[in-house]
């Protein structure tokens, strides 16, 4: 991440648990990402990358069909993944330019993606993931909106995920969550996402602002640097209105032509 941490990620990162249901939407979506797997891939997939695992929460519903290792820049946000997670391996490095020793059969990269704010970035993602995926892998790029897609000022409010709550994870806290997205220059590649977090402690409010920079592109960049970095690309609509999520697969017979 560029500039400033994002709070989410560091300081106010015991916030996570209360930050959507990973029973809920989490394990729907990652139910659709077994399906784009299975569908794509050339050979028999049994482990998988989550780049940019955030606090796990896709580990959590992938862990049931694969070996999962999931990669995050955040020391915090690994430490929710572990605890979620304990049977899973969680390292931590940027997305973009990392090294590990072994390959695996697929990669995930879905909301964590947001965070590339060039198409200079989204090169080095993606020639990573090349670099990591055994010959007939699958990567699965997910982003969150395009150029095309993008509404100036959109705001959305929810509240603390009911189940964590209910769990008492973390204890006696209520939290709102307040996001609206702004482009102060639609002409670059970049737009900034503010979060407003009401929280309550043992009932007492404070207010908290979360500044997050990130990356907004044209429909069009997503396919084609996949293409650069090596892949045959295929597209796919998820539910109706949804942004396309992109399924890379390396040819299995491929040479480095990503790198
Ligand atoms: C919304 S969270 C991901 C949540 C995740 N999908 C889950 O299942 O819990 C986004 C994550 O992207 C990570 N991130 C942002 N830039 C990164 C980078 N360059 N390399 C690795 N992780 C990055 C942040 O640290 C954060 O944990």
């Not at 590990?100 to 993602?125: G, N």
Request: hydrophobic share 40%.
């Amino acid at each position: 991440m560029d500039e400033r941490t994002p709070r989410l990620y560091s300081d106010l990162a015991w916030l996570w648990p209360l930050w959507g249901d990973p029973d809920g939407e989490y394990a729907e979506w990652c139910a659709h990402v077994v399906a784009m797997i299975e569908e794509r891939a050339k050979r028999p997939v049994k482990t998988l990358l989550n780049l940019g695992c955030g606090g796990g929460k896709n580990a959590h519903n992938l862990k049931r069909h694969y070996a999962v290792t999931g990669l995050d820049l955040s020391s915090e946000m690994l430490a929710n993944a572990r605890k979620l997670n304990p049977e899973c391996r969680f390292i931590q490095g940027d997305m973009r330019d990392f090294a590990l020793p072994e390959r695996f059969d697929a990669i995930l990269i879905d909301d964590a993606v947001a965070y590339m704010t060039s198409q200079e970035d989204l090169s080095r993602l993606f020639r990573a993931a090349h670099r990591h995926l055994e010959p007939g892998g699958v990567v699965i790029v997910s982003p969150d909106g395009t150029k095309e897609t993008f509404e100036q000022n959109e705001t959305h409010v929810s509240r603390g995920n009911a189940a964590a709550e209910a769990e008492g994870e973390p204890k006696n806290v209520d939290v709102v969550f307040i996001e609206n997205n702004y482009d102060p220059d639609p002409t670059d590649d970049t737009y900034d996402g503010l979060i407003l977090y009401l929280i309550r402690e043992d009932g007492k409010l404070r207010v908290e602002v979360d500044h997050h920079t990130l990356g907004i592109f044209a429909a069009d960049v997503w396919p084609t640097l996949l293409r650069e970095a090596g892949f045959a690309v295929f597209d796919d609509d998820w539910r109706p209105g949804s942004v396309k999520s992109y399924i890379g697969v390396k040819p299995p017979a491929a040479c480095a032509t990503g790198g």
